[in-house]
T-cell receptor
Framework: GIQVEQSPPDLILQEGANSTLRCNFS?????LQWFHQNPWGQLINLFY???GTKQNGRLSATTVATERYSLLYISSSQTTDSGVYFC???????????FGEGTQLTVNP | EAQVTQNPRYLITVTGKKLTVTCSQN?????MSWYRQDPGLGLRQIYY???????DKGDVPEGYKVSRKEKRNFPLILESPSPNQTSLYFC???????????????FGQGTRLTVV
């Protein structure tokens, strides 16, 4: 099956800093989503982005499907951004989302 | 509001006592699925359903049952829970993709299950 690798596994920032999270995948996909898992365990949809670039406030994402990677940008980070960020993909021939192992982000005040 | 609703949010039960975790979506989605999340193992799919009365196994189906009698509901049934089923469970739904394109998946709030 498809492999999904996220980097870095852990990231510690000071409030106000910017960061880039990366997701590499091993095969063609027709669905790519970024999620934020908050400290209460809830999975929050950030972006549905099988290709192209999207922005939502301080967050933006870019997926280059032909090169099999996606980037999540967080600008001016806040303590509430802390949590685990997951990338999930669905390969073209499959039916389920495959998740990466996540990036644990800690934003300190 | 478009949403996927799971109940209960938290459950502590004893080994062998049958339980059901409910999942309901109000977006008229055909595709529904269940995942479990465990430390070090990530999120893994348990079962999925492409439509009413159509279900299939995911990666880790052992010890679980599902049913899809109505489009909006997709309950997860543990006939005889064991401690290794202690986990965080998520239900998800999405439209069925067509023409080779996927669609956005929406997740419920999660159910934290402890089996003692």
């Amino acid at each position: 099956g498809i492999q999904v690798e996220q980097s870095p596994p852990d990231l510690i920032l000071q409030e106000g800093a910017n960061s880039t999270l990366r997701c590499n995948f091993s095969d063609s996909v027709n669905n790519l989503q970024w999620f934020h898992q908050n400290p209460w365990g809830q999975l929050i949809n950030l972006f549905y982005i099988p290709s192209g670039t999207k922005q939502n406030g301080r967050l933006s994402a870019t997926t280059v499907a032909t090169e099999r990677y996606s980037l999540l940008y967080i600008s001016s980070s806040q303590t509430t951004d802390s949590g685990v960020y997951f990338c999930a993909v669905k390969e073209t021939s499959g039916s389920r989302l495959t998740f990466g192992e996540g990036t644990q982000l800690t934003v300190n005040p | 509001e478009a949403q996927v609703t799971q109940n209960p949010r938290y459950l502590i039960t004893v080994t062998g006592k049958k339980l059901t975790v409910t999942c309901s979506q109000n977006m008229n989605h055909e595709y529904m699925s269940w995942y479990r999340q465990d430390p070090g193992l990530g999120l893994r799919q348990i079962y999925y359903s492409m439509n009413v009365e159509v279900t299939d196994k995911g990666d880790v189906p052992e010890g679980y049952k599902v049913s899809r009698k109505e489009k909006r509901n997709f309950p997860l049934i543990l006939e005889s829970p064991s401690p290794n089923q202690t986990s965080l469970y998520f239900c998800a739904s999405s439209l069925i993709w067509s023409g080779g394109y996927g669609t956005e998946a929406f997740f419920g709030q999660g159910t934290r299950l402890t089996v003692v």
